[in-house]
């Protein structure tokens, strides 16, 4: 049924009864995209690509919260279809962080349905890992095909996998290189009179967006940015908690959020382009608002920020779920950049965007499971 979306309060700081049941929205969307797609034709249809595994992330998360098995099911569905009995991938590129991301969905299967093809499949994924392609310091290429670049949106797309396949499986090792990648990722990206960090680093200096003396890319772009907080909140979960690693990931990301929120927008969400709101050409994304307030929920929640960020959480949730619309009873998600490589100005707010793209609902499905768990 239709949620009320129109009647929200101006107030962050008093989410009560006027903003929308953040689980009801969750499930909302989580039935649209099951009416428009079975599992196995989730786009690109069949191949294990982060797409669908950022889709699939966010619906276990509603899962844990709501208990709907068909939401296991249908995770289950695309998983099959996307791999063989033995636990091999059928269209899958070793040579992409992109395409290890899916394995995150793999433990949860693993628990729940207990077929040996599961843990298949993550042992052939950290084989690859092992064998990936990096540079001089060790640091991970994104692609084999972008030879010595490394990119925020691999934190998300290698780390949390990695993690919890070490700690399950007693992996010290593993767990170990996937810390030290996003200490290199600090130390190559970050501007810390910004507060925040560059889309990429160069280590050959060869790629034409990369300056002559950081290696940097020029921009700062909202959803790569965005991956970064939730990967590294994903992590601490696989590491001991009083750990030397998990504290320092800890303030981390209470300084890279801290940073963030100097440049959400009065209207509540962040832009494409993260320090030059109200430019021409700049507009407010919804995926990197939603991912930037997943973090912020669950970082108070876990005590890593004092309550006062909430006001900033439920700010982004309401203002998001404001430039939400409604096709019948089908939710439309949309103000979404598509996918992207890196660049400058004019490239990332020229980027198209689209509605109910998965980038898109994965992320605001991870923002109201986050938001739910404080209501």
Same mark, same amino acid.
Not at 124 to 151: A, K, T, V
Not at 229 to 241: G, N, T
Not at 262 to 276: A, C, F, M, P, T
């Given at each position: 049924m239709k949620i009320n979306i129109r009647n929200i309060s101006p107030d962050p700081f008093d989410p009560n009864r006027s903003l929308p049941d953040p689980l009801d929205m969750a499930k909302a969307s989580c039935e649209t995209m099951m009416r428009k797609f079975a599992a196995p034709d989730l786009p690109p249809r069949q191949e294990f690509c982060y797409h669908a595994g950022v889709f699939l992330s966010g619906m276990h998360h509603v899962w844990k919260l709501c208990g709907d098995d068909r939401y296991m099911e249908y995770i289950r569905d695309w998983a099959e279809a996307a791999t063989r009995e033995d636990g091999s991938v059928i269209h899958y590129d070793p040579g992409r962080l992109d395409d290890i991301q899916p394995g995150i969905l793999f433990y949860p299967l693993l628990d729940f349905y207990r077929k040996k093809r599961y843990r298949a499949t993550?042992?052939? *994924?950290?084989?690859? /890992?092992? @064998? !990936?392609?990096?540079? $001089?310091?060790?640091?991970?290429?994104?692609?084999?095909?972008?030879?010595?670049?490394?990119?925020?949106?691999?934190?998300?797309?290698?780390?949390?996998?990695?993690?919890?396949y070490a700690r399950r499986f007693h992996r010290p090792d593993l767990a170990a290189m996937m810390?030290?990648?996003?200490?290199?990722?600090?130390?190559?990206?970050?501007?810390?009179?910004?507060g925040l960090w560059?889309?990429?680093w160069d280590e050959s200096?060869?790629?034409?967006?990369?300056?002559?003396?950081?290696?940097?890319?020029p921009e700062f772009w909202g959803r790569a940015m965005g991956?970064?907080?939730?990967?590294?909140?994903?992590?601490?979960?696989?590491?001991?908690?009083?750990?030397?690693?998990?504290?320092?990931?800890?303030n981390t990301v209470a300084? *890279?959020?801290?940073? /963030?929120? @100097? !440049?959400?927008?009065? $209207?509540?969400?962040?832009?494409?382009?993260?320090?030059?709101?109200?430019?021409?050409g700049n507009w407010l994304e919804n995926s990197c608002s939603s991912l930037f307030a997943a973090a912020l929920f669950r970082a108070v929640r876990k005590g890593i920020l004092p309550d006062t960020y909430l006001g900033n959480a439920w700010k982004a949730y309401g203002a998001v779920v404001r430039s939400l619309t409604w096709e019948g009873d089908d939710l439309l998600i949309g103000n979404v950049c598509i996918g992207t490589g890196v660049g400058d100005?004019?490239?990332?707010?020229?980027?198209?965007?689209?509605v109910n793209d998965l980038?898109?609902?994965?992320?605001?499905?991870?923002?109201?499971?986050?938001?739910?768990?404080?209501?």
């Open positions: 993550l042992d052939l *994924l950290m084989g690859d /890992i092992e @064998r !990936y392609p990096r540079n $001089e310091d060790g640091g991970f290429w994104h692609m084999s095909c972008l030879p010595h670049q490394m990119w925020l949106d691999g934190l998300y797309m290698g780390g949390p996998v990695v993690l919890e810390v030290t990648e996003v200490k290199r990722m600090k130390e190559h990206c970050e501007v810390r009179e910004k560059k889309h990429a200096r060869k790629a034409p967006w990369a300056d002559p003396v950081t290696d940097r890319s991956w970064v907080p939730v990967a590294i909140l994903d992590d601490c979960e696989q590491l001991p908690a009083e750990s030397e690693d998990t504290r320092w990931l800890e300084e *890279l959020l801290t940073g /963030i929120c @100097r !440049y959400q927008s009065e $209207e509540g969400r962040w832009y494409q382009v993260l320090d030059k709101g109200g430019q021409a100005y004019a490239h990332y707010c020229s980027r198209p965007v689209s980038h898109g609902v994965g992320a605001f499905l991870l923002m109201c499971a986050e938001a739910a768990k404080l209501r």
